[in-house]
């Protein structure tokens, strides 16, 4: 089997206190997020986090063989 794993988890909180759009170049990711990031990348995979003061998202995309 091959293929892709999507693991999407929400909340509905105030956001990640001190961040902004993961794709902008203020992103300050915290060091939880930055392990997540980090095997993420050794898997091959994509992180993606949305947050706002509606509450987060995070998006990780990784593949299987």
Avoid: C
């Avoid at 300050?28 to 509606?54: E, W």
């Amino acid at each position: 089997i091959s293929g892709r794993i999507h693991l999407v988890s929400t909340d509905n909180g105030h956001g990640v206190a001190g961040t902004v759009e993961r794709d902008s170049a203020d992103f300050r990711p915290g060091i939880g997020i930055r392990g997540i990031k980090a095997r993420v990348d050794q898997l091959g995979g994509d992180l993606r986090i949305r947050t706002s003061s509606r509450g987060t998202r995070v998006h990780v995309v990784v593949p299987v063989d």
